[in-house]
């Protein structure tokens, strides 16, 4: 038998969340607007059929220190093919802002999941089924900017 959530449960605690559909996958993307990333910290384990990255990202969930960061991993698991577009993977110095990860159903459970980045690039995943995980891997730090941009709430 499963608990609802309480409202202790957001108490200030490293992010680890699963998704296995789209609603799942939308809460992920949220949380994760607006991370920024070098292109070098992208890596696809093909054997493993998995996808992940390792980002800066807002606290968005604690409106009181939406300032800091927390580099946090982002990954996907039964994914079949990566393809990028508007990404020069050649360039090691490049740092990639994400703004969004969305899923488009190809049928039974299977589809693309679109990273879409700032400056019109794109990741698409083609997977078997939404299985991601967002998990905090560091302690919060102060943003280098000391702000942050505007959230959607």
């Known amino acids: 038998m499963t ?3 309480t409202f202790e449960d957001g108490a200030e605690r490293p992010l680890n969340l699963g998704a296995l559909d789209a609603d799942d996958l939308s809460v992920i993307s949220s949380l994760a607007q607006d991370a920024v ?6 890596k696809w384990a093909i054997r493993q059929r998995r996808f992940a990255i390792l980002l800066n990202r807002f606290r968005w969930e604690d409106a009181a220190n939406r300032t800091e960061r927390v580099q946090a991993l982002l990954s996907f698991d039964t994914v079949l093919e990566v393809a990028s577009q508007g990404i020069d993977r050649s360039d090691r110095d490049t740092v990639l802002s994400l703004l969004s ?43 280098p900017s000391k702000t942050a941009p505007k959230h959607p709430d």
């Open 37 to 42: 990333f070098p292109i070098t910290e992208m």
């Open 3 to 5: 608990e609802d959530a």
């Open 101 to 143: 990860v969305t899923f488009e159903p190809t049928g039974d459970g299977a589809g693309h999941i679109l990273l879409t980045l700032a400056g019109d690039g794109v990741i698409r995943l083609t997977v078997e089924a939404i299985e991601a995980r967002l998990k905090d891997v560091t302690r919060p730090y102060l943003a």
